[in-house]
């Protein structure tokens, strides 16, 4: 069965400093790969997602991801953080083939951002 | 652009109760969802629905039930409401079924049993 990983229950960075939230799946494919964020008493909103081409990915809001197939990763970053990222972070994946294409998520990643 | 309503953004209800969560969405979607989101544990999807009147049971759906008689409203039913089913519900919806379609969520429903 695939999973996906958070490893990082919390984050806390300073303002004006660079992020990087990791996601690692486990799948015999290569899955559809997306990221979400969830602003405090909000649903989640797409930032980014992954099918193929180039490995590294742009989102919204200046969020970029990259995709390196010989580590099962697909990690968000950003280079310079802002306090109204504070938020929580989810990995998503999708199986690329067959059934419902029912994603699974990771359990999220809790940013703290400091002023 | 795509909009997801719930509902109530909040609920409280009492042990026993039928408890109704309404999602509806406006964008022609043919897949919606409900995931049930708590502290440590991400989204658990209790329902997914395809289609009007098609549905699939997810990893938690034990004492939930769902509707779907038109395609723009997905019905979440706890059928007696219980303490261990306090938390927040998120619907979703999607285009089609297909890896690159990616979901629309809505604000959520934070459900309190007392």
């Known amino acids: 069965a695939q999973s996906v990983t958070q490893p990082d229950i919390h984050i806390t960075v300073s303002e004006g400093a660079s992020l990087e939230l990791r996601c690692n799946y486990s799948?015999?494919?290569?899955?559809?790969l997306f990221w979400y964020v969830q602003s405090p008493g909000q649903g989640l909103q797409l930032l980014l997602k992954?099918?193929?081409?180039?490995?590294l990915v742009q989102g919204i809001k200046g969020f970029e991801a990259e995709f390196k197939r010989s580590q099962s990763s697909f990690n968000l970053r950003k280079p310079s953080v802002h306090w109204s990222d504070a938020a929580e972070y989810f990995c998503?994946?999708?199986?690329?083939?067959?059934?419902?294409?029912?994603?699974?998520f990771g359990r999220g990643t809790s940013l703290i951002v400091h002023p | 652009d795509v909009k997801v309503t719930q509902s109530s953004r909040y609920l409280v209800k009492r042990t026993g109760e039928k408890v109704f969560l309404e999602c509806v969405q406006d964008?022609?979607?043919?897949?919606m969802f409900w995931y049930r989101q708590d502290p440590g544990l991400g989204l658990r999807l209790i329902y997914f629905?395809?289609?009007?009147?098609?549905?699939e049971k997810g990893d938690i759906p034990e004492g939930y039930s769902v509707s779907r008689e038109k395609k723009e409203r997905f019905s979440l039913i706890l059928e007696s409401a219980s303490t261990n089913q306090t938390s927040m519900y998120l619907c979703?919806?999607?285009?089609?079924?297909?890896?690159?379609?990616?979901?629309?969520f809505g604000p959520g429903t934070r459900l309190t049993v007392l």
């Open positions: 998503a994946v999708v199986p690329p083939s067959g059934g419902s294409y029912i994603p699974t």
């Open positions: 799948y015999g494919a290569t899955p559809y």
């Open positions: 964008m022609d979607h043919e897949n």
């Open positions: 979703a919806s999607r285009l089609v079924i297909g890896s690159y379609n990616e979901q629309f």
């Open positions: 992954y099918f193929s081409g180039d490995t």
């Open positions: 629905s395809y289609d009007v009147k098609m549905k």
